[in-house]
């Protein structure tokens, strides 16, 4: 096996989002569960100031996180810098404040109302993209999609993203923004090694739209690094310790699947690099992926992850990841349509 590696850890890549002229990093910054909740503030700015250093422009963040503190951590994070050299990225949808009948879902109310306390939190006049943090049942896409093309027009932002949508529901928010003029450039579901939904349906039609993933939890909720082993308790601190991480961690710590994960590291060793940046090179070798989310708790653990920016697998080593992850992959392309409640939920 060979792996081509990028030594320089100022040099993240740039790809485009979609078929827009908007470049963004590869390696993307995103604050769920640290900032705000697990992380003091001093070590939460460290750690963006490193991911600046490394050469990370784009920052991924959402209203809902922390119940809209993350929003304003990262704005402290990111004072001074000069705002025309980011790329900013935020979301709406699930329920913040008092959780009031409209305080959540993708209605022209909370929509509007959701930039307006996110550019307000950010400190900025306007995100680069505003991105549906799931798909809304409830209220007609037509009232969404209109809602996100004013939005577009008023300048408060620049590109419009989906988390979480079916490739049916990409497609027909597509048709409404073509109809409406603005970009729709993305989608943003969860994507790694070992939760593979994306690449049966919502990958080919988002290649047909012009659309682009950027991926969260490449590193599986950290499953992927190896350091939670089979039979064993999981380690205090770890994210699987935390109620909402703890949550979206189920399905991946049954001991067949760290059985098969511990099986990785030699292949991580082959190409020379760490188990973190084995799985973030090779969500990033999908030509339809524009960023991977990288969170971090701290500097040196940012540091770590973003050599992976630039990496290029070779096919055996892309062999051999299947064949030791053979078994317990999700791949199954419904799993995406259950990430959108039904109804509106304000738990």
Same mark, same amino acid.
């Given at each position: 096996m060979s792996t081509v590696i990028n030594e320089e850890v100022d040099d993240v890549e740039h790809r485009f989002l979609g078929n827009s002229g908007f470049k963004i990093s590869e390696i993307t910054y995103g604050n769920w569960i640290t900032h705000g909740s697990q992380v003091e503030l001093d070590a939460a700015i460290a750690t963006v100031r490193a991911a600046l250093d490394a050469g990370i422009t784009t920052f991924d963040t959402a209203d809902v996180y922390a119940d809209t503190a993350a929003e304003v951590v990262l704005a &402290? +994070? @990111? =004072? *001074?810098? %000069? %705002?025309? /050299?980011?790329?900013?990225?935020?979301?709406v949808y699930f329920p913040i404040g008092p959780k009031g009948p409209n305080d959540t879902g993708l209605s022209r109310k909370h929509v509007m109302d959701g930039i307006h306390g996110s550019l307000r939190r950010l400190g900025t006049d306007y995100v680069d993209l505003f991105q549906a943090h799931r798909y809304d049942y409830e209220t007609p896409l037509e009232e969404t999609m209109q809602a996100f093309a004013d939005i577009v027009r008023q300048g408060k932002a620049l590109y419009i993203g989906v988390s979480e949508w079916t490739a049916e529901q990409l497609r027909a928010g597509h048709a409404l923004a073509r109809e409406l003029r603005f970009p729709l450039v993305s989608n943003q579901p969860q994507y790694s090694m070992l939760y593979r939904v994306i690449e049966r349906e919502v990958v080919p039609t988002s290649e047909e739209l012009g659309m682009s993933q950027i991926v969260w939890s490449p590193v599986a909720m950290g499953v992927l690094t190896g350091k939670y082993l089979p039979g064993a308790p999981v380690p205090d601190g770890s994210r699987a310790t935390d109620a909402t991480g703890g949550f979206f961690m189920k399905r991946f710590l049954e001991d067949d699947v760290l059985t098969a994960v511990q099986r990785l590291k030699p292949v991580a060793e082959q190409a020379g690099l760490t188990m973190p940046q084995l799985a973030i090179a090779w969500v990033l070798q999908n030509d339809n992926v524009a960023a991977a989310l990288v969170g971090a708790s701290r500097p040196e653990q940012l540091r770590?992850?973003? =050599?992976?920016? *630039?990496? %290029? @697998?070779?096919?055996?080593?892309?062999?051999?990841? &299947?064949?030791? @992850? +053979? *078994?317990?992959?999700?791949?199954?392309? +419904?799993?995406?349509? =259950? /990430?959108?409640?039904?109804? %509106?939920?304000?738990?």
């Open positions: &402290d +994070a @990111l =004072k *001074g810098q %000069r %705002r025309e /050299s980011l790329e900013i990225f935020t979301k770590s992850n973003v =050599k992976a920016a *630039g990496v %290029r @697998l070779d096919a055996d080593t892309l062999a051999a990841i &299947d064949e030791a @992850l +053979a *078994g317990v992959v999700v791949d199954d392309p +419904a799993l995406t349509e =259950k /990430s959108s409640p039904r109804t %509106r939920w304000t738990d």
